[in-house]
Structure formats: structure tokens, C-alpha cells
């Protein structure tokens, strides 16, 4: 059942969105003699939140990875294999980048 409202919820964001921010809207209202200012300010709340939800869907969408910064595809490594790799590219960089001795124009040819 926990499972169940779980993705219930995941499919429907905006519905919970909207339930929650309308909830607290009549409560304010009611309990609290809420005005304009303060509904304006939660409708404003409201809109961040959506637009938060909409890009954390754009996201997903595009192959984020939702916080796993390693590929599924290839197996996990250790850091040190890593650091190895990291080390051995920076190498083959700096190599490339050496230039050759410069040979002095003013020597006798």
C-alpha cells in the first residue's frame, strides 16, 4: 500500500501540488483572515513550486540521472582505477602539449 501512494504521488505532482496550496489557502482564510497579499504571495509560491516540478521533469526527460552520477551501462569502479585513468589521459594531454626543444637562429648553420 506504502508502494502504491508512492507512485501515486510521482504520477501526479501537480494534483498534490495543488491540493496542498489549496488546503492551506482555505485554512488561512478561514483560521487566519488571510487577504490578498497573502494569497498572492502563496499563488506566487505556488508558481515557483510548479515550474520547479516541470523542470525536474524536462530533466528526467532529457537522461539525468537523478542524483547516480555513474552510467548503468558499465560496472562500478574503484576510485583509485579512476584516479589511474584521470592520471594517464593528463599524461598523454601533457605530451602533446610539449612543444619540441627550439632550435636558436643565431647558431652557426
Same mark, same amino acid.
Given at each position: 500500500?506504502?508502494? /502504491?501512494?508512492?507512485?501515486?504521488?510521482?504520477?501526479? @505532482? #501537480?494534483?498534490?501540488? /495543488?491540493?496542498?496550496?489549496?488546503?492551506?489557502?482555505?485554512?488561512?482564510?478561514?483560521?487566519?483572515?488571510?487577504?490578498?497579499?497573502?494569497?498572492?504571495?502563496?499563488?506566487?509560491? #505556488?508558481? +515557483?513550486i510548479?515550474?520547479?516540478?516541470?523542470? $525536474?521533469?524536462i #530533466?528526467?526527460?532529457?537522461?539525468? %540521472?537523478?542524483?547516480? =552520477?555513474? @552510467? +548503468? $551501462?558499465? =560496472? =562500478?569502479? /574503484?576510485? %583509485?582505477?579512476?584516479?589511474?585513468?584521470?592520471? %594517464?589521459?593528463l599524461r598523454q594531454?601533457?605530451?602533446?602539449?610539449?612543444? @619540441? =626543444?627550439?632550435?636558436? $637562429?643565431?647558431? $652557426?648553420?
Amino acid at each position: 500500500m506504502k508502494n /502504491s501512494n508512492g507512485q501515486w504521488f510521482s504520477r501526479r @505532482p #501537480y494534483t498534490v501540488t /495543488s491540493l496542498i496550496f489549496l488546503a492551506v489557502i482555505v485554512l488561512g482564510w478561514q483560521l487566519l483572515g488571510w487577504g490578498e497579499r497573502h494569497f498572492g504571495f502563496l499563488l506566487l509560491l #505556488y508558481f +515557483i513550486i510548479a515550474l520547479g516540478i516541470r523542470l $525536474d521533469e524536462i #530533466y528526467q526527460i532529457i537522461g539525468g %540521472s537523478g542524483g547516480n =552520477p555513474r @552510467p +548503468i $551501462d558499465g =560496472p =562500478p569502479e /574503484s576510485l %583509485s582505477t579512476q584516479l589511474c585513468e584521470i592520471r %594517464s589521459i593528463l599524461r598523454q594531454i601533457q605530451a602533446s602539449l610539449e612543444k @619540441p =626543444p627550439r632550435r636558436d $637562429d643565431t647558431e $652557426d648553420v
